[in-house]
């Protein structure tokens, strides 16, 4: 079946870890995004890329990075630099039209 | 900047109650809006999408309307259910711009 897939659904990161959050889509859509979900909160947007080779910064893209070697890939790294990553980050893909969500990473750090 | 409100912020009903639930956008001039499901430690799914030049839109017991003059859409749910527990979102996209999330209504109905 065709969908987003994000591994791992659990990750726990150490103080001063780079840790990476992949996202996998066998839709075939080129726009990817990433956000970041906290409790209470709406959905903040972290990165995006609407092409391979391409990517955009979101709202609150500081410690974070990305890369879009691959239609079906965007992988997304929470560096040393984001201070408070504790969060359920949610990749999705397909927002001009009818959006499709993986079903998220919960990251805490430890 | 578009902003997206929903209210209430949390509901809690009893088996069989119909629902409505509101979402306000500061900006009419919108390209599209949708609404979410999201059960806890998931991810969203969509359930309905209303274009621009639509009034709404139906699934099953799910309604859901859009008024772009007042800023307002509302997805009505008929004959809730134990199973309809869950956090709504509603998506704002205005043209070519990303989409912006309201900060979505958590709903319990018990039996």
């Known amino acids: 079946d065709g969908g987003i897939t994000q591994s791992p659904k659990y990750l726990f990161r150490k103080e001063g870890q780079n840790v990476t959050l992949s996202c996998e889509q066998n839709?075939?859509?080129?726009?990817m995004y990433w956000y970041r979900q906290d409790p209470g909160q709406g959905l903040r947007l972290i990165y995006y890329s609407q092409i391979v080779n391409d990517f955009q910064k979101g709202d609150i893209a500081e410690g974070y990075s990305v890369s879009r070697e691959k239609k079906e890939s965007f992988p997304l790294t929470v560096t040393s630099a984001q201070k408070n990553p504790t969060a359920f980050y949610l990749c999705a893909t397909n927002l001009d039209t009818e959006a499709f969500f993986g079903q998220g990473t919960r990251l805490t750090v430890v | 900047k578009q902003e997206v409100t929903q209210i209430p912020a949390a509901l809690s009903v009893p088996e069989g109650e119909n629902l409505v639930l509101n979402c306000s956008f500061t900006d009419s001039a919108i390209y599209n809006l949708q609404w979410f499901r999201q059960d806890p430690g998931k991810g969203l799914t969509s359930l309905l999408l209303?274009?621009?030049?639509?009034r709404e839109q139906t699934s099953g017991r799910l309604n859901a309307s859009l008024d772009k003059s007042s800023g307002r859409s509302t997805l009505y749910i008929a004959a809730s259910q134990p199973g309809d527990s869950a956090t709504y979102l509603c998506a704002v996209k205005l043209g070519s711009y990303i989409p912006t999330f309201g900060r979505g209504t958590s709903l319990i109905v018990h039996p």
């Open positions: 209303i274009q621009s030049s639509q």
């Open positions: 839709l075939n859509h080129d726009a």
